[in-house]
């Protein structure tokens, strides 16, 4: 049996991620059509490469359908109840840095911390008759965040994409969501709370703590990661 | 480990003890429309219950307790006063502990008559109690309603007062907010740099929230940098109630020494001391009951006077085996207009079982 590494299966991802395992000697290939899931691995044996959506990667480790993987540390952490027992980083891979961040409008002047958004959630409420709406995919990491720190009237609206807009939009008033340079926030009005940063992701590669062994791929796995890092 | 069959059955004999004393069998449903908790108890219900939904009526949830569903009940169509019981499954999520259970059977008692508060109180505790005798648990007891008046008698503003009742049951926030009125910790950079300025709005202005809500926030923030520190000393009386653990007796005469200096409290002492009177007329041992001035905080929001809950005293890494409290404010969200004085408890015959399992070897 081969170990499986499972990698994003598109987009700059990808080809960063292909990148990073070339410069140690692993290379890893798409074939068939520009359609075809399918790829190979050379330079070692009895790896195969198993291409994935980046969101897949953490359930598929986690199952131990796979036994190394490419992705964020924000979709691990998001998607897995206590991950730290089912997955273990074994490199962070230096790109695909993002910062899953509280934003509101720029306009909001009295609104620079959690303790203003709390305040205004309360305020809003009162006036509107409902909660403050976070626009977000990552309900939980954003909901344990914010219960931590005591904020209270607000509730999370589901946005899987655009999530910068959704304030202007009218259907958020406020969004978390995941920024590198911050670009997309200033150009739709919106700015970073000062303590709302809530975690910082970047792609890593990850071993499956689930995932059951032989003594062959235990050998090439080991062979594997003295390559890689 | 007991079998479903058996926590069944020791469900229904519980049950049976609070038909005796009186109770109305009730049995809501298992799906409860979502609307309503999450109006409740806001986004953390999210993570505390199971929500699922359909094209046709929306989100619903699978019953996380049966307080919410037993109270619109009785307020739709009960008569009054009136004691409810039930026995059934609960749901409740659990994202972080496996060892919890995500489905139990839970039996309750909710009594709802605002004749004699106190001796409601006690008709409760004593009632669960009674259907714990000879497990090896104790009690612990709270009163909500202590803090909270303590909160309505400090000596500075109504915003204030306010944002900080709104917090009691999140103690992280609350204890945050008396430390800024009080000057403990400084005004933040942002805050100043805004107080100072004129407090134009230089961004375009997006969303739902208008310019008039953030110039009346600022105003509110002005407003709140005007009014003078809270007293150091006033931060200490509250911290000396949340201190408080002895037992009721003790308790109520550390309470009348607060009271002195705090008299805002002196009338939610006073009822606790009715409440000690009543649980000793029903035959609880008060002079060993123990209160906490703190407990109940960290639990869902409703409890809003007495609190009470009983751990197994070999497990402190298990839930409540049976907990409860009133939860007048509760009735009146729900109310409609309406509103009764409440309090209720429930039981967890699974858990009470494996007590006694564990006591037989």
Known sequence: MTIKLGVPSKGRLMEKTFDWFGARGVSLQ?????R???????????????LLSAGEIPRELASGRIHLGVTGTDLIQEKLAR?????????????????????VPQAWVDVDTLGDLDAAAAAFRAHHGFRLRIATKYHRLVRDYLRVAGVADYALIDSQGATEGTVKNE?????ADITSSGETLRANHLKILSDGLILKSQATLWRSRTAELDDKQRETLTSLLERLT | MATRSEILAKASALRALFEARGAMVVD????????TLLD??????????????????????????????VVQMHMTHGAKPARYTYAGEVFRRQEKDPTRANEYIQVGYEVFDDADPAAADAEVFASISQGLSGLPV?????????????????????????????????????RALLDRYSGKTPVPAARSALLAGDGKIDAPLIGLRSAAEIQSRIQALREDAACGPLGAGQVELIQALLDIRETMHNAISQLRDIAVDLP???????????REKALTERGVDTENLMFEASFGRVSMEYYDGFVFGFRADARPDWPMIASGGRYDALTKRLGEGGEIPAVGGVMRPGLMLELEGANDH
């Open chain 1, 30 to 34: 798409r074939t068939g059509s520009e």
């Open chain 1, 36 to 50: 075809e899931y399918a790829g190979t691995v050379d330079g070692i044996d009895g790896v195969s490469l198993i």
């Open chain 1, 83 to 103: 991950w730290d027992q089912l997955v273990a980083p074994v490199e962070e891979l230096a790109f695909g840095q993002a910062d899953l961040i509280i934003a």
């Open chain 1, 171 to 175: 259907t958020a008033e406020a969004i």
């Open chain 2, 28 to 35: 809501p449903p298992i799906l409860q429309p979502a609307e």
């Open chain 2, 40 to 69: 409740l108890y806001g986004e953390d219900i999210r993570a505390r219950a199971y929500v699922t939904s359909d094209a046709l009526r929306g989100e619903q949830m699978l019953r996380p307790d049966y307080t919410v569903p």
């Open chain 2, 138 to 174: 104790a009690a612990v007891t709270g009163d909500i309603g202590i803090l909270m008046a303590a909160v309505k008698g400090l000596d500075t503003s109504v915003p204030r007062k306010s944002a900080l009742m709104r917090h009691i049951w999140r103690p992280r926030r609350f």
């Open chain 2, 264 to 274: 805002a409290i002196s009338d939610a002492v006073d009822r606790l001391a009715l």
